[in-house]
């Protein structure tokens, strides 16, 4: 099966900075990914995904990085602010199978 | 603006009773998924739905139950609440997925303490 883990389980960063969060899956197989942002008090919200196909895609103020030849992604965030503070999970699944979860990373917005 | 709603956000209950956990989703979607949440476990999933009246095991199903006779809602039953049960649940919808897979939307979670 798929497993998938976070780097850090804490990021502090000051506002305005960059983040970058990191993450590894274990099965090659997998083609497809996400990331969560989850504020507390509320359920994870989808923030940008990633097929295999792909090695980058970018949204608004984040990206996102695949490296399938290390297994590794990232979300980058730009010009953080403090409404980015959360933790960020992400997941990984093949084709149409249930996605398996990390078990995130606190991002911690200093201003 | 796919709505994932679960009817409590807090809940407290005692030991050995039949405690129901509702969520409805507004999509359509064919997919429902129930995950419990604990601090250094993530997210773990108890069970699914692909559609009405059909249910699959997760990852930890024990002592859980699910009914899905409409496709917008989906229940997790605690058959006899046990402390160890004291988590946040989260409710999940996604489209069918016919191909390429989708993102899950989740609820906003039901905090449960058992007491």
């Known amino acids: 099966g798929e497993s998938v883990g976070l780097h850090l389980p804490t990021l502090s960063v000051q506002e305005g900075d960059n983040s970058i969060i990191n993450c590894a899956y274990s099965?090659?197989?997998?083609?497809?990914f996400i990331w969560y942002k989850q504020e507390s008090g509320k359920g994870p919200q989808f923030i940008i995904d990633?097929?295999?196909?792909?090695d980058k895609r970018q949204g608004q103020r984040v990206t996102v990085l695949l490296n399938k030849t290390v297994k590794h992604l990232s979300l980058q965030i730009a010009a953080t602010q403090p409404g980015d503070s959360a933790v960020y999970f992400c997941?990984?699944?093949?084709?149409?199978?249930?996605?398996?979860f990390g078990r995130g990373t606190s991002l911690i917005v200093h201003p | 603006d796919v709505k994932v709603t679960q009817s409590s956000r807090y809940l407290v209950k005692r030991t050995g009773e039949k405690v129901f956990l509702e969520c409805v989703q507004d999509?359509?979607?064919?997919?429902m998924f129930w995950y419990r949440q604990d601090p250094g476990l993530g997210l773990r999933l108890i069970y699914f739905?692909?559609?009405?009246?059909?249910?699959e095991k997760g990852d930890i199903p024990e002592g859980y139950s699910v009914s899905r006779e409409k496709k917008e809602r989906f229940s997790l039953i605690l058959e006899s609440a046990s402390t160890n049960q004291t988590s946040m649940y989260l409710c999940?919808?996604?489209?069918?997925?016919?191909?390429?897979?989708?993102?899950?939307?989740f609820g906003d979670g039901t905090r449960l303490s058992i007491l």
């Open positions: 999940a919808s996604r489209p069918g997925t016919g191909g390429y897979n989708q993102p899950q939307h």
């Open positions: 099965n090659s197989a997998s083609d497809y």
């Open positions: 990633i097929r295999s196909n792909m």
């Open positions: 997941a990984g699944s093949k084709g149409s199978y249930i996605p398996t």
């Open positions: 999509m359509d979607h064919e997919n």
């Open positions: 739905s692909y559609d009405v009246k059909m249910k």
